[in-house]
């Protein structure tokens, strides 16, 4: 009897600590977002991502590089939807370096659509040298890269349901964050308050405001839509063949169904067969 009371107490101390950890974890935890690509069935919204791409070239790429995207990808299937052409007239309103001509130097032409975005600095320490100190991170795979600690069971549910938009979810959050600073909270130097950042202090200035960037669509023009649509378009950048993968798990999933049923009713032919 006395070990069973050990054993509750230990139990006990076990759950009370786990609901402690989860409530600490979810107190700033990036709110979670309904995303077209969520789920196994999930893929993208196209003109969610043409939008996103908007909201990226007027605002994120003044600082933000994406250096892994080629203009050749805005024009590839489950992607944003482009148009070869339309990915070549991208291509060119970007500068892009390039060289070194007969003088041997490098020399600024407009890009093609089989150049890779350009950064916006010419190196880190141009870009630091231009932001007071701070390295814009390269947006690449930020959608992949960034996630969230839940702590237990939270992390269990996420496997079992395969919950993988913790990095849009925190993009998302980031741009939405901006807020007063808690009384009594001094922030250090250059830096701004935003409740989902990990210290609380950003050196990012908040780059959006509702009614910034124009839609042609009818979709609202606030802070959050652009939130929702940039953080879906970097996840797009981040794995843009996502919707391939799933649609061939999808199929080999089904195969194999198809294959468990034929083994079954074969197996039970040959028994019936051995019975006779």
């Given at each position: ?10 139990a006990?101390?076990?759950?009370l600590?786990a ?12 709110p ?6 969520a ?13 996103g791409?908007k ?15 080629a ?11 482009f ?9 060119s ?12 130097q ?20 141009a870009?630091?040298a ?7 991170p ?6 992949k ?35 007063d600073?808690?009384?009594?909270e001094?922030?250090?130097p ?9 210290t ?8 959006l ?46 195969f ?20 006779h």
């Amino acid at each position: 009897m006395k070990s069973h009371r050990i054993l509750f107490a230990f139990a006990l101390a076990a759950s009370l600590s786990a609901a402690a950890i989860q409530a600490a974890s979810a107190e700033d935890a990036p709110p979670r977002q309904k995303w077209s690509f969520a789920g196994p069935f999930g893929i993208y919204d196209q003109a969610q991502l043409q939008r996103g791409f908007k909201i990226y070239k007027e605002v994120c790429s003044t600082c933000h590089s994406i250096k892994l995207l080629a203009f050749r990808n805005l024009a590839d299937p489950g992607g944003p939807g482009f148009t070869e052409a339309q990915a070549a007239a991208i291509a060119s309103s970007f500068q892009v370096t390039d060289g070194p001509n007969d003088q041997g130097q490098m020399f600024q032409r407009p890009g093609t659509i089989a150049d890779h975005f350009p950064p916006p600095f010419p190196n880190d320490q141009a870009a630091r040298a231009a932001l007071g100190g701070k390295l814009p991170p390269d947006m690449s795979v930020l959608a992949k890269a960034r996630s969230h600690e839940w702590g237990f069971p939270q992390f269990i549910f996420d496997a079992f349901i395969d919950y993988q938009e913790d990095g849009p979810d925190y993009i998302h959050a980031i741009l939405n964050g901006y807020t007063d600073p808690p009384a009594g909270e001094t922030l250090p130097p250059g830096t701004q308050y935003n409740k989902y950042f990990p210290t609380g202090a950003i050196g990012m200035p908040k780059p959006l405001a509702d009614g910034q960037v124009q839609y042609t669509d009818g979709t609202p023009m606030t802070v959050d839509q652009y939130g929702r649509d940039v953080a879906a378009f970097l996840m797009w950048a981040a794995e843009p063949s996502l919707d391939t993968r799933k649609q061939l798990g999808f199929q080999v999933m089904i195969f194999l169904i198809v294959l468990t049923g034929l083994l079954y009713f074969s197996k039970k032919k040959v028994w019936r067969d051995i019975a006779h």
